[in-house]
């Protein structure tokens, strides 16, 4: 927590190394394209085929873009992009950081008087709040072309329908729940792994240490804060 006041205060105070700021967009977002699309794609694949043989079982077919839709926009999107973000970046920042901290490349900063957080973290955070939002809607996206493909498929629903169902469910509250989700997922892949990368001490078994407490912690708070915010949020239709 006191990282990231201390990780807004510098934002706010235009402390921001732009440059290092992009390079770590393509480091967290554009190399995650990949897993972040076969992930969702295999997600949207399972659970399309599933509600839709229970929703030709009771004969509310129509009804299948709707509620697939609706679980990719305000749950799978952001969990999907937020847990591969959290396997694939979280790890490499606590590494890469707690590296930093064991042949004391830390100590080095703080002796040119370089702030580690200012230096470190904050290009690491905004980019991660900048790109988590593009995974997220990129994974709904990704997750929505395999209901159609599986609802055209598996239940002979047309296409035209099935984005009908889409357009009679979805409301202007699903979009914020879903970029309040990407917002804070990204707050807590990327805070809470250079918070566990700097505090670590030791040698290089704590690297692994380091690695396995970020990759536990992250994806164990994402799913924690998922609940609060879909709690907070939802309300009957």
């Given at each position: 927590i006191i990282m990231l006041v201390k990780v807004w205060f510098m934002i706010v105070r235009g402390r921001v190394d732009w440059i290092e700021t992009f390079r770590q967009c393509n480091m967290i977002g554009l190399k995650s394209f990949l897993v972040v699309a076969i992930t969702a794609l295999f997600t949207?694949?399972?659970?399309s085929l599933q509600i839709s043989r229970e929703l030709v079982t009771f004969g509310a077919d129509t009804a299948i873009g709707g509620?697939?839709?609706?679980?990719?926009?305000?749950?799978?999107?952001?969990?999907?992009?937020?847990?591969?973000?959290?396997?694939?970046?979280?790890s490499a920042i606590a590494a890469e950081l707690t590296t930093m901290m064991i042949t004391e490349q830390i100590d080095a900063l703080e002796v040119m008087h370089i702030d580690p957080v200012e230096f470190l973290v904050v290009p690491r955070y905004l980019a991660g709040v900048m790109m988590m939002p593009v995974l997220s809607c990129y994974a709904m996206f990704i997750g929505l072309l395999a209901g159609v493909i599986i609802a055209n498929t598996a239940a002979n629903l047309p296409v035209a329908t099935f984005l009908d169902s889409v357009k009679q469910t979805i409301l202007d509250r699903d979009f914020f729940v879903h970029f309040l989700k990407a917002f804070i997922n990204a707050t807590i892949v990327t805070i809470m792994s250079c918070a566990i990368g700097l505090s670590t001490r030791g040698g290089a078994e704590d690297v692994g240490i380091a690695t396995t407490r970020s990759i536990v912690w992250t994806m164990t708070l994402i799913f924690v804060f998922n609940f609060i915010v879909t709690s907070l949020t939802y309300a009957p239709r």
């Open positions: 949207g694949f399972a659970m509620v697939v839709s609706l679980a990719l926009i305000r749950e799978i999107g952001p969990i999907t992009a937020g847990v591969m973000l959290a396997g694939r970046v979280g």
